[in-house]
Structures are given as C-alpha cells and as structure tokens.
C-alpha cells in the first residue's frame, strides 16, 4: 500500500484547505485510514480517521466541527477538509492507513497503522 499526500500550503486564519491522499496497491474497501500531524517540536497527534465501510468517522477534540474527513473510493482518495483554520494548526500532515476486517470502525492506535505518506506541510498565518 502506497500513500500520496498533497495539498499543504501556507493559508491565513480562517482559511479553508483540502488535503487529498491518493491510495495505491490496494482498495479503500480494506483500509482503515486516518489524518495524523505533527507540529514543531510535539508529537504526531490523530486527528481524524475513516472506517473501512467509510461509516465510522472520529475526530480529536481540537478539530472538531471545523475540519471532515471523507473517501472517494472511485479515486481511491481520502481527504481532509480543514475549515476556520488556526495558526495551530499548523503542521506537517500525514495520512495513513491499515488493513483490517473491523467495516464500521475505525482504527484508533496511532502506532498500528502500517502505511504511511510522506507528509504535506500546512502553515497558518495569523
């Protein structure tokens, strides 16, 4: 399974942003996937994460009813849409993925995720 992740890029406050990873090597039908970030000196974080029926979706709390997290299994795409960004939100993007027989679910343990993309920057200015 190979990951490409892109769409980062400097943006203002408020700003609205997309960020796509295509999927290669296998269907999102067998994958649970999920946006992670890392910000300057902190630890990658979780942000959002698909279910591998695209049902199931989960947030963190930072993110919550600003940013979405959607799949297009005919582009084998998944995206993060971030609204009413925040100079916090700043950070390197990555999406992930892992193969699993959990449909409805999605993967919740960070270090469980096997496939990973290279990673887009998002910078926010304030």
């Known amino acids: 399974v190979q990951l490409q992740a892109s769409g980062g890029g400097l943006v203002q406050a408020g700003d609205s942003r997309r960020l796509s990873c295509v999927v290669s090597?296998?269907?999102?039908?067998?994958?649970?996937l999920g946006w992670f970030r890392q910000a300057p000196g902190k630890e990658r974080e979780m942000v959002a994460a698909?279910?591998?029926?695209?049902?199931?979706?989960w947030y963190t709390d930072s993110i919550k009813g600003r940013f979405t997290i959607s799949r297009d299994t005919a582009k084998n795409t998944v995206y993060l849409q971030m609204n009413s960004l925040k100079p916090e939100d700043t950070a390197v993007y990555y999406c992930?993925?892992?193969?699993?027989?959990?449909?409805?679910?999605?993967?919740?343990?960070?270090?469980?995720?096997?496939?990973w993309g290279q990673g887009t920057l998002v910078t926010v200015s304030s």
């Open positions: 992930a993925a892992i193969l699993t027989l959990r449909r409805g679910i999605p993967c919740l343990k960070k270090d469980a995720y096997d496939y």
């Open positions: 090597g296998h269907t999102l039908n067998d994958l649970s």
């Open positions: 698909i279910s591998r029926s695209g049902g199931g979706t």
